[in-house]
Structure formats: structure tokens, C-alpha cells
């Protein structure tokens, strides 16, 4: 902080909530686990590609990663930008809107996702 700033920054441990602190790591816990999951995928299967193959194998999966780690990306963001309004609706009742959200998300993965990748690889067959 600034010395010419008004707002001081504290720390204290009489602050922490371990109850809030729970909370807090069981909402982000989902996403460390498809993470930790994907991760163990990619590492089992250049593991597989070591023993069986070589290591071009593994630098022609590592392309293939990150094409793979690009489209996961994608609908995780999908999924967290969605949370919020569906929560909201839910929250007040609202659950006619849900199809609404779900669909505009059926929309833009089909028009952002899948339409760009048939155009990347359809050269190739």
C-alpha cells in the first residue's frame, strides 16, 4: 500500500472463518478435481506413449493436449459463466429461464466449438 492511501490493510487470525473457509474450498473443489483429472490423463498417456511408442509419439500427443486442454477450457468457462444467472433464477423461482440459459449455451458451444473444429480438420479425411 501507498503510503498517501486512506485504507490500511490488516491481517488477523480472529478474522478467519473455518466454516467460511470450508465453504470456500468445497465450492472450488470440483474444478480441482477435473483438473487434477485431465492432468492425469495427459501423464498416463504420455507415459503410455514412452513405453510403447516414442518420444515424437508424445510430441504428436502434446499437440493433440492442447487442442484437447483449449476445447476443456472453453466449456469450463461455459460452466462458471452459466452458474451465476442459473443460481440467480433458481434463487428466485425463476426456473422457466434455465431452458432459456441452456440453450444459448447449446448455441454458442455449437457456433464457437464444434463449427471451428469441423473447418480445422476437415482437410485432413
Known sequence: MS???????????????VKTMGSIMALGL????????????IA????????YGSAVHVAAFAI???IATMFYL???GI??????????????????KDP???????IWVFN?????SYHWFSHLS
Open 79 to 96: 460452466a462458471g459463466g452459466m452458474q451465476p444467472p442459473v443460481s440467480y433464477y433458481y434463487g428466485k423461482k425463476q426456473i422457466t
Open 44 to 51: 498416463l498417456h504420455n507415459y503410455s506413449f514412452m513405453v
Open 30 to 41: 470440483s474444478s480441482l478435481f477435473m483438473f487434477m483429472y485431465f492432468s492425469f490423463i
Open 3 to 17: 503510503s498517501k492511501s486512506n485504507a490500511k490493510l490488516q491481517f488477523s487470525l480472529n478474522v478467519i472463518n
Open 74 to 76: 472453453i466449456a469450463e
Open 112 to 116: 464457437r466449438v464444434l463449427c471451428p
Open 64 to 66: 493433440i493436449g492442447y
Open 100 to 106: 432459456l440459459l441452456r440453450s444459448v449455451a447449446r
